[in-house]
């Protein structure tokens, strides 16, 4: 081994051989020396980091391990007026996603496939799109939810293999809930999932952040009128947290200032009552106090289930309300537009003597129908014969068409146009809603706008009957038969209690557009009160008196009810024909109205019903209003409990 | 009785200043492995398990005579390169590079093996001529390191590259290459960066090389890694956050933090003391290898040992510069510290064939 060279002698390999150390000792020298110099250069950066910069990573350590976690407020539940809940929030468990702690090795579809074949889950490819999307454009730190209402197997089956699913997890969550369903939709309304939309409106209006851990937001009726007060204030968690988002530690806390409870003026009683009543019938029915305001029944058929829209409502589901021909989505209450038809007579007369254009003395001869002078055309009394002589209590209690046509056109529409708008027919009502619309009390000025057409004496006649262009939602009428009762004092129908106190002036930003009269001001000024008294003795005629269209349906009532029938056209009889309800189409038979008040000398409900496409309204509607008026005064023993002794005489 | 320890150990061959540092080092490793595995005992059992292995692999190692390295080298690394080609062909893709070979039993990375291979294989190349070496020899020393290393970047690895084709080069280095063919080397390569940038680098490699130069650019992506590791270091300060307490760590802020990034690890809960007091054993274990390189008796020995001790402390410099930002981020572990059965076997069989070298010359006199 040692020579493994002949060429060399022993001399020139032992000088060889020390020349190759030393060659390799100098080589390996300078690597230590370059090797020494790597560590200096380490050591510099080292005390760099740890020694001069100390101060700014440590505090930008204690940053990175404090997040501020966003708690939602638990929402205010809803009661009706006696205490019994409407919307109730409950724990459910749901499984969601918060898109920056997903593995994004792992596309999110497979893992949302695998994760409904693990549990079972009933979503499907669509709905799996649909979560798809909302991580695409939602924001990265928020939660997701994936499916909710899980069962405890599912959340076993679930904890098992969450190790599997990075970034998922079950949470307890508080969902809305309405225990009654579809019996209050349309006045409850109901939350739902909080869309880009709400999410660029919430934005807009610097509410972004109150609502940073909130997934539901109100988007009908009460729940969407009264969502600031509902909702509460966002709390806060300073947790010390991993990368992977798990909480170690809680490190400080304010808690959310949840929303406050609503109590409704609702009965819950009367509601279901509403909705028993209407049964298959498309139609409304509304009944307040007219001393206050307070809807005590407001019910719209057909109805839904507003839990659907909690729980995210399917698409299928969605375009079933959609396309249903009944229109379940539309609130009848309040949206729907209706010729207010007879109702409206009482009304008319106090314009009428206020603009004495008639007194109570005055007599008419109501033939079988009226024309205008020199017009050959006829406007049909509802009576082929007519009704002969009468004055204007008369005039009600048989609900004559000609006196009120006469009545129209002596009033000529400008006039009518200022009293209904007092009575806040085409104004908004006030009630504690965005539902509403204020359909259509027309006006000559109206008229030239939509049909760039000049108003006729022709057009006022039949709006005396309130038929023609007129149009009027339930609420209206119901709110100007209130006032009437009340002796023209302003009445805001409301749904919630403390009505007053909500609406107070910081919160009328709710709906600006929405410039309604103050329950304090007196809406209808006239020259007596008495005239008031004049159309409700007319509404008391009508169910009690001998040729009342309603005295059949209020028979042997135990308490001294009033009201008026009305019988909506929805299309033309022509001059020739006749109406019959059998030979035409479902769709075009009459609507039904009735308006009642009780007890007569103070009334306490004023009760308003509507039905589509049924017929007569002493004939249809009637009943049901007297029935209402009976559950509320005598099944729910409001008479008995409020007024012992004011209203014992009977008819 | 106590004679015949002292022989039995000196049977063994190994050196015993030389363990003291490596022992030390697997202590170390211990003590924050556990901090940095979130305690997890499974991690520790497994660690301790390898650890008993590579000091085995390191008698093993330190057993056999250098001349049983020098005489299989060729052997070694046509095997070496026959079994890269297999990996590029039936590789395991694991986290987007193939570097496993699955036997059935085990899965190793026969780049791991390289590493050893490379510089006995190199060095026994120069040790059948002279040193100085030859220009020609230089050159055919460079294409033997180049067929494996470019195996080793198709799979792609980037970082056994460099480490590998590092432990050649300083075999050429130290067989005394013309200093003025090094400065022009170093001028070609320079040259060829950008041409290997645009032709042959993923872009994860990229991105590294990109997030290096500036992490704060993507704090959240790409540059989250170093971001994350500056943050645990500097939060450590002089003394460090304590055993078990480094936040970073604990909280999961820190990735890889029982691989490749456990010095950050070590310097939150240690701090900079900390920093130098495993600064100086690895110093010491570099140093103890330097004395016994330029004590060897042959140039194979000589360019052996002196490739693996520089090797050694390019290991150490790149992941501790790489962890602190000095450098980009490639996929080296610390030494000794880090997580993982094949660095570990990989450098205790280097330290058990540096040991043979130095406990083999005295009895067989070259």
């Known amino acids: 081994m040692f020579f493994w060279s002949n060429k060399k002698n022993d001399f020139d390999v032992a ?30 950066n080292l005390y760099t980091i740890q020694i001069i910069q100390f101060r700014s990573f440590e505090k930008r350590s204690n940053n990175n391990r404090i997040k501020i976690i966003p708690i939602s407020p638990p929402r205010g539940l809803i009661f009706d007026r006696n205490g019994q809940i409407l919307a109730d929030n409950k724990p459910i468990y749901e499984i969601e996603l918060i898109p920056e702690n997903l593995n994004p090795d792992v596309p999110l579809k497979d893992s949302l496939l695998k994760l409904r074949e693990l549990l079972n889950l009933n979503i499907d490819d669509k709905d799996i799109e649909n979560i798809i999307e909302r991580v695409r454009f939602s924001k990265k730190f928020k939660s997701i939810s994936v499916a909710s209402k899980l069962t405890e197997d599912q959340i076993a089956v679930f904890s098992v293999n969450q190790y599997n699913f990075k970034g998922f997890s079950i949470e307890p969550k508080l969902k809305r809930f309405y225990p009654f369903a579809d019996t209050v939709t349309h006045a409850l309304g109901y939350v739902s999932r909080i869309n880009q ?80 009543l209407l049964g298959t019938n498309k139609g409304a029915i509304l009944m307040l106090d007219p001393r206050n305001g307070e809807i005590l029944a407001f019910a719209s058929n057909p109805t839904y289930d507003p839990n659907m829209f909690v729980r995210g409502i399917l698409n299928k589901e969605y375009q079933e309300l959609l396309n249903n021909p009944e229109r379940p989505l539309i609130n009848r209450v309040s949206q729907g537009g209706y010729s207010p038809a007879s109702t409206i007579k009482p009304i008319m007369s106090v314009m009428g003597l206020n603009e004495g254009i008639f007194t109570a003395k005055t ?40 006196f009120f046509y006469d009545l129209a056109f002596k009033s000529g529409i400008d006039n009518i146009h200022k009293y209904m708008s007092l009575f806040g027919f085409g104004q908004p009502s006030g009630i504690d809603l965005f539902e509403e619309s204020l359909a259509n009390l027309p006006s000559k000025e109206w008229k030239k706008n939509k049909y760039h057409q000049v108003w006729v004496p022709g057009d006022t006649v039949p709006i005396g009957i309130g038929q023609g262009y007129w149009t009027t939602t339930l609420l209206q009428l119901v709110r100007a038969h209130a006032i009437l009762t009340q002796h023209g004092r302003n009445i805001i129908p409301h749904l919630a209690r403390d009505y007053a106190d909500l609406n107070k002036e910081e919160f009328l930003i709710r709906n600006p557009k929405q410039k309604y009269k103050k329950p304090e001001e007196t809406a209808v000024k006239v020259k007596s009160s008495s005239y008031f008294d004049i159309g409700m003795r007319g509404m008391y005629l009508v169910v009690n008196g001998p040729e009342g269209t309603g005295r059949k349906a209020f028979a042997g009532t135990k308490y001294v009810a009033a009201g008026k029938s009305g019988t909506a056209q ?42 589509e496409n049924v017929g007569g309204g002493s004939r249809f509607a ?25 209203e014992k005489e009977k008819k | 009785m106590r004679k015949k320890v002292i022989e039995i150990l000196s049977n063994l061959h190994l050196d015993f200043s030389l363990c003291i540092g490596i022992f030390a080092l697997m202590g170390l490793n211990f003590v924050i492995l556990y901090s940095a595995s979130g305690e997890n005992p499974d991690v520790m059992q497994q660690q301790i398990v390898r650890s008993i292995f590579a ?103 980037l970082g056994t590259a460099i480490l590998i084709s590092i432990s050649g080069c300083f075999i050429i280095y130290l067989a005394g290459l013309n200093w003025y063919l090094i400065l022009s080397g170093t001028l070609i390569f320079a040259l060829y960066a950008p041409i290997h940038w645009f032709f042959f680098m993923y872009d994860y490699q990229k991105q590294r090389i990109l997030t290096f130069l500036n992490p704060e650019s993507d704090p959240l992506n790409k540059g989250y890694n170093i971001i994350q590791s500056k943050i645990a270091i500097g939060s450590g300060g002089m003394w460090g956050k304590g055993w078990l307490n480094g936040t970073q760590s604990h909280l999961q802020f820190l990735p890889e933090r029982h691989t490749d990034f456990i010095f950050a690890v070590f310097c939150e809960e240690f701090g900079f003391v900390g920093f130098l007091v495993l600064l100086a054993i690895y110093m010491y274990i570099i140093l103890r290898c330097v004395y016994i390189s330029m004590n060897a008796q042959t140039n194979f020995q000589r360019l052996l040992s002196g490739s693996l001790t520089l090797t050694f402390f390019c290991y150490v410099f790149i992941n501790t510069g790489m962890v602190s930002g000095l450098l980009p981020v490639v996929g080296v572990p610390l030494p000794l510290i880090s997580y993982g059965g094949t660095s570990l076997i990989t450098l205790t069989a280097a330290f058990g064939i540096i040991m043979s070298i130095h406990t083999h010359h005295k009895r067989n006199n070259y």
């Open chain 1, 363 to 402: 007599r008419f001869f109501g033939g079988p129908h009226y024309s205008l002078p020199g017009s050959t055309h006829k406007f049909r009394d509802w009576r082929k014969w007519g009704h002969g002589w009468m004055d204007v209590f008369r005039a009600i209690e048989i609900s004559c068409d000609t």
């Open chain 1, 570 to 611: 929805i299309i033309n009889i022509k001059q020739d024909q006749r109406y019959n309800a059998a030979a035409i189409k479902k769709e075009h038979r009459d609507n039904a109205l009735f308006v009642a008040f009780a007890p007569y000398e103070n009334p306490v409900a004023v009760v308003g019903i509507l039905l």
């Open chain 1, 622 to 646: 009637a009943p049901i209003a007297r029935q209402m008026l009976d559950e509320y005064l005598i099944n729910l023993g409001y008479l008995e409990k409020e007024l012992p002794s004011a």
């Open chain 1, 197 to 276: 939309k709400d999410q660029e409106m919430l934005e807009a209006h610097g509410n972004a952040e109150n609502y940073a851990a909130t997934q539901d937001m109100g988007k009908l009726g009460v729940e969407k009128y009264y969502e600031d007060i509902l909702h509460g204030k966002v709390g806060y968690k300073e947790v010390e947290v991993d990368s992977i988002g798990r909480v170690v530690q809680t490190l400080k806390m304010v808690q959310p200032v949840p929303g406050k409870d609503i109590s409704l003026t609702i009965d819950i009683r009367l509601q279901q009552k509403a909705q028993e």
């Open chain 1, 15 to 44: 000088t060889d051989e020390t020349a190759e150390a030393n060659l390799f000792n100098n080589r390996m020298k300078i690597a230590i020396i370059a090797v020494l110099i790597m560590v200096v250069a380490l050591i510099i």
């Open chain 2, 55 to 157: 000091i085995i692999i390191m008698m093993v190692m330190a057993y056999l005579p250098p001349r049983v390295y020098k005489k299989w080298a060729p052997f070694g690394y046509v095997l070496c390169t026959v079994l890269l080609l297999c990996v590029l062909l039936f590789g395991h893709v694991g986290k987007g590079a193939e570097r496993w070979l699955n036997l059935g039993i085990v899965r190793f990375q026969p780049s791991e093996l390289l590493k050893i291979v490379m510089p006995i294989a190199i060095a026994a190349f120069f040790a059948k001529g002279k040193l100085p070496a030859k220009l020609l020899s230089c050159f055919v020393a460079l294409i033997l390191i180049a067929i494996p290393v470019v195996l080793i970047i198709m799979q792609p690895d």
